[in-house]
């Protein structure tokens, strides 16, 4: 069993930075895939980026050159670095954890957090 807790939203302006942090409890950290995902009113939930046990990420295009996923295992976190933020980012983000190695559907995991949100303003 892993429960996972976000933190660090809020409300920024355009252009803006965030991090957004995951705390993880339970065992074996390490071996699962880290995921943030997010979801805007009305949208399906989509993943943002993922982290596997090797370092291996995922990057969803709109994302690509201002988010940055990290993890350290030593401390069960989990982390995700916004900048540049645009209000289309306008969310709520949730994280996530999967027993597979490339999971790109929600399905595909297993523990979720409670979600965050994040408002960027035009």
């Known amino acids: 069993q892993v429960q996972l807790v976000e933190s ?3 409300l920024v302006q355009a252009g803006g ?3 957004l942090s995951c705390a993880a409890s339970g065992r074996a950290f ?3 895939t880290m995921a943030w995902f997010r979801q805007a009113p009305g949208k399906e939930r989509e993943i943002v ?6 370092g291996t990420t995922y990057n969803a295009d709109s994302v690509k050159g201002r988010f940055t996923i990290s993890r350290d295992n030593a ?13 289309e980012d306008t969310a709520v983000y949730y994280c996530a954890a ?17 979600g965050t949100q994040v408002t960027v303003s035009s």
Do not use: A, D, F, T
Request: glycine share 8%.
């Open 98 to 114: 999967s027993v597979h190695i490339s999971p790109i559907y929600p399905s595909l995991y297993n523990y979720w957090g409670q």
């Open 49 to 54: 980026q993922y982290i596997n046990w090797s």
């Open 17 to 19: 930075s965030l991090r």
């Open 30 to 32: 390490s071996s699962y």
């Open 75 to 87: 401390k069960n976190m989990v982390y995700l670095q916004m900048v540049s933020l645009k209000p």
């Open 8 to 10: 660090g939203g809020g």
